[in-house]
């Protein structure tokens, strides 16, 4: 989108591999930056990934890793993006949609570190139509097929998908239209998309809880009658519920 917005020429493509990257990512996005005509630099975070780890391994000595360490990757990711918009005077757009910015999967001084928000209000499901959509222009396909293919990770952890602990796009995507756009009820949901009461609950509360997240988000693009923001907002203060 910032290629196509902005030209190529102002745009700078960075990759940051960790131990947990596979090939076929960073294949991917050198992949795609080539297509696109941009600049690419690739900075690797494992050696600040573990620096960390070195540092804190006395407070977490008892303690099995678990999202903790995951975030700090993002948050390694958003410190050198920050850098080098400090250095250059370069926007960072945020990568968080809007399925991953409404259950809280967009982490806090990480992937939500930036000047520009252009996909939060789109979610995933429709990414993938952009992206399918882009790929018949005139120019030719410029993301690689099996970018729309394979399945979602985050690649934070071993063999990770987004899948083990969110419900399927195809299922959590309704859940979300419905319940951040729509504006029903989670017992309108279960009827309306004939799904069981239990998924609907979780993910009505995982949008709840990812309020205050989302008050720290930066602006971005709004492309539906109700975005994240002014168009809907809920108390943080207190114990909110239904």
Same mark, same amino acid.
């Given at each position: 989108?910032?290629?196509?917005?902005?030209?190529?020429?102002?745009?700078?493509?960075?990759?940051?591999?960790?131990?947990?990257?596979?090939?076929?990512?960073?294949?991917?996005?050198?992949?795609?930056?080539?297509?696109?005509?941009?600049?690419?630099?690739?900075?690797?975070?494992?050696?600040?990934?573990?620096?960390? &780890?070195?540092?804190?391994?006395? !407070?977490?000595?008892?303690?099995?890793?678990?999202? *903790? =360490?995951?975030?700090?990757?993002?948050?390694?990711?958003?410190?050198?993006?920050?850098? &080098?918009?400090?250095?250059?005077?370069?926007?960072?757009?945020?990568? %968080?949609?809007?399925?991953?910015?409404?259950?809280?999967?967009?982490?806090?001084?990480?992937?939500?570190?930036?000047?520009?928000?252009?996909?939060?209000?789109?979610?995933? %499901?429709?990414?993938?139509?952009?992206?399918?959509?882009?790929?018949?222009?005139?120019?030719?396909?410029?993301?690689?097929?099996?970018?729309?293919?394979? !399945?979602?990770?985050?690649?934070? #952890?071993?063999?990770?998908?987004?899948?083990?602990?969110?419900?399927?796009?195809?299922?959590?995507?309704?859940?979300?239209?419905?319940?951040?756009?729509?504006?029903?009820?989670?017992? =309108?949901?279960? *009827?309306?998309?004939?799904?069981?009461?239990?998924?609907?609950?979780?993910?009505?509360?995982?949008?709840?809880?990812? =309020?205050?997240?989302?008050?720290?988000?930066?602006?971005?693009? #709004?492309?539906?009658?109700?975005?994240? %923001?002014?168009?809907?907002?809920? !108390?943080?203060?207190?114990?909110? *519920?239904?």
């Amino acid at each position: 989108m910032a290629a196509d917005a902005l030209g190529p020429e102002n745009v700078t493509g960075v990759s940051m591999p960790s131990r947990y990257t596979s090939d076929m990512s960073n294949d991917d996005a050198a992949i795609l930056a080539d297509n696109l005509g941009i600049d690419y630099m690739v900075i690797p975070i494992e050696p600040v990934f573990q620096a960390y &780890l070195e540092a804190l391994a006395d !407070p977490f000595a008892e303690v099995e890793p678990d999202v *903790t =360490e995951e975030n700090i990757q993002a948050r390694i990711r958003g410190n050198y993006l920050m850098a &080098l918009s400090n250095k250059f005077g370069w926007m960072v757009l945020t990568t %968080g949609n809007k399925s991953e910015m409404s259950v809280g999967y967009a982490t806090l001084y990480g992937d939500m570190a930036g000047g520009y928000a252009v996909i939060k209000d789109v979610l995933k %499901g429709l990414v993938y139509d952009l992206v399918g959509w882009r790929n018949t222009w005139d120019d030719g396909p410029v993301v690689p097929e099996r970018v729309i293919t394979r !399945p979602p990770s985050a690649e934070l #952890r071993p063999d990770q998908k987004d899948s083990d602990s969110l419900p399927p796009y195809g299922v959590l995507d309704p859940i979300l239209q419905a319940y951040v756009v729509e504006d029903l009820s989670p017992e =309108e949901i279960v *009827t309306a998309l004939d799904l069981d009461e239990a998924t609907v609950d979780r993910v009505v509360r995982m949008v709840d809880r990812a =309020e205050y997240k989302r008050r720290q988000a930066p602006p971005g693009v #709004r492309i539906t009658v109700r975005a994240f %923001g002014k168009d809907r907002r809920l !108390p943080i203060t207190q114990k909110y *519920t239904e």
